[in-house]
């Protein structure tokens, strides 16, 4: 099975691509799938014969991790989800136009057709489609409206010039970057939040909800209030009266001949921010090997999955300087899912772990405060230094181990703004470079 990995929050995803073996001296439609030892498969059916394009997921909370692997059926209504880990799985149906199915415990080695359960209604469809679907729902304001004309005007922002910056700013520019905007958490409001005069009054304040709350807030000023409440508040008034987003297909063709497998790991108040697995100039470092997470402002520990032992374990990432602020500060307002509880408590602030060509991991994190020393400012006879004078550094470095135990901290040139990355260099196989918004110069 060839695999690929990719990662979301909390969770370590592999797609590969898999055959499904049919049994010998079978042919043509109604196949028969074959089952090793290690594999459950079977045939899905509803109620007019086998359902194509729909997601069969096993999944346990029997090894160190919870884990699951998901597959779709064929034409035929055929799946196959293979190589399973040793354990007993809750195995349903799951796709568009139908809703869960009931879950069946089994282990590996099993033969298991499934029975679809097709949706009582298009809104009880609707909960399964993706985010995005319902996030298509939302109205933006018309390009005639930019440049905004500020609070006394249209209520957009002079600053947002163009639909399409307003657009960045609501997608991976700003709103998404960080939210699966459309999933029923975002386009309703949480009713522990309370009641409300009006849906803008309800967005206005879900937005200051937890330690975020300062960052929605000021993301949302930055577009123009008004409006931008406004357009949110529409989207969720719809959407509670009844509006469904078009019906998204089904995998099709190629579509339906990936297996994805995923991982629980870190803790529950703990967001990672990204992750690596390898070398990004030679992927074949660090096969089979563990993936280290950044949780950011979250929590002072890098999380590391072994995809194979399907564990997690954790390295702690100190701060040489016990002052060191804390990244996140207190919450705005309630949150309705953590109350007033300050649930962010890093002090490292960790963020874009790269790997070398060693599988050593590499990431910036916070040592200390944000004032550098003297020998990074301006007079200061360090080369560095005279090259480019930093007076503060809002993160500065960390190397694990060669076994990837602990990390060794070190203080290579301070990097210059907010959010820094670093990156294995490209041409020189023993350089590390790192960078902050605009060029500084390389670690020596």
């Known amino acids: 099975m060839r695999s690929d990995m990719f990662y979301r929050a909390g969770t370590a995803v592999v797609v590969g691509a898999v055959a499904v073996f049919l049994s010998a001296g079978s042919a043509g439609a109604g196949q028969a799938v074959m089952v090793d030892g290690d594999d459950i498969g079977g045939v899905v059916s509803g109620p007019d014969g086998p359902e194509a394009g729909v997601w069969v997921i096993a999944e346990t909370t029997d090894l160190p991790t919870r884990f699951n692997r998901i597959v779709v059926t064929d034409d035929d209504g055929r799946y196959l989800i293979p190589d399973l880990p040793d354990a007993t799985?809750?195995?349903?149906?799951?796709?568009?136009?139908?809703?869960?199915?009931?879950?069946?415990?089994?282990?590996p080695g099993s033969t298991l057709n499934l029975t679809a359960v097709v949706a009582p209604d298009d809104a009880a469809a609707a909960q399964y489609y993706p985010a995005g679907h319902w996030l298509s729902l939302i109205e933006v304001p018309g390009a005639d409206q930019f440049p905004g004309t500020g609070p006394d005007g249209?209520?957009?922002?002079?600053?947002?010039?163009?639909?399409?910056?307003?657009?960045?700013?609501?997608?991976?520019?700003?709103?998404?970057?960080?939210?699966?905007?459309?999933?029923?958490?975002?386009?309703?409001?949480?009713?522990?939040?309370?009641?409300?005069d009006s849906m803008v009054d309800a967005w206005d304040r879900r937005i200051q909800s937890g330690q975020a709350g300062g960052s929605m807030s000021n993301g949302l000023n930055r577009m123009g209030r008004q409006a931008a409440l406004e357009m949110f508040a529409d989207w969720t008034d719809r959407i509670m009266a009844g509006e469904l987003p078009e019906a998204p297909r089904r995998p099709q063709g190629v579509e339906r001949n990936i297996v994805v497998s995923q991982w629980d790991w870190a803790d529950p108040k703990a967001y990672l921010h990204d992750e690596i697995a390898t070398d990004k100039r030679d992927p074949t470092v660090n096969a089979y090997g563990p993936i280290y997470g950044a949780l950011e402002a979250s929590a002072d520990y890098v999380p590391v999955l072994d995809p194979v032992a399907n564990a997690s374990s954790e390295i702690p990432v100190p701060v040489r300087d016990p002052d060191t602020p804390v990244a996140a500060g207190p919450p705005l307002a309630s949150s309705p899912y953590w109350g007033d509880e300050a649930i962010w408590n890093s002090q490292s602030n960790v963020h874009n772990p790269m790997l070398d060509e060693d599988g050593r991991v590499w990431l910036t994190s916070r040592v200390?405060?944000?004032?550098?020393?003297?020998?990074?400012?301006?007079?200061?006879?360090?080369?560095?230094?005279?090259?480019?004078?930093?007076?503060?550094?809002n993160r500065h470095g960390d190397?694990?181990?060669?076994?990837g135990r602990h990390l060794l901290q070190h203080a290579p040139p301070d990097l210059r703004r907010g959010r820094e990355r670093h990156a294995v260099d490209q041409r020189r196989r023993a350089g590390h470079r790192l960078a902050g918004h605009e060029d500084v110069p390389r670690d020596r």
């Open 89 to 107: 799985y809750d195995v349903w149906v799951r796709g568009y136009g139908l809703v869960d199915s009931e879950k069946v415990r089994t282990p």
């Open 154 to 196: 249209n209520g957009i922002s002079p600053n947002m010039r163009s639909q399409a910056e307003w657009m960045r700013t609501v997608k991976s520019g700003g709103c998404t970057a960080c939210h699966s905007l459309g999933n029923k958490a975002t386009r309703e409001v949480p009713p522990e939040l309370g009641e409300f």
């Open 368 to 393: 200390r405060g944000p004032q550098n020393p003297d020998m990074c400012l301006e007079g200061s006879d360090h080369p560095s230094a005279q090259a480019f004078p930093n007076a503060r550094a």
């Open 399 to 403: 190397r694990g181990d060669d076994a």
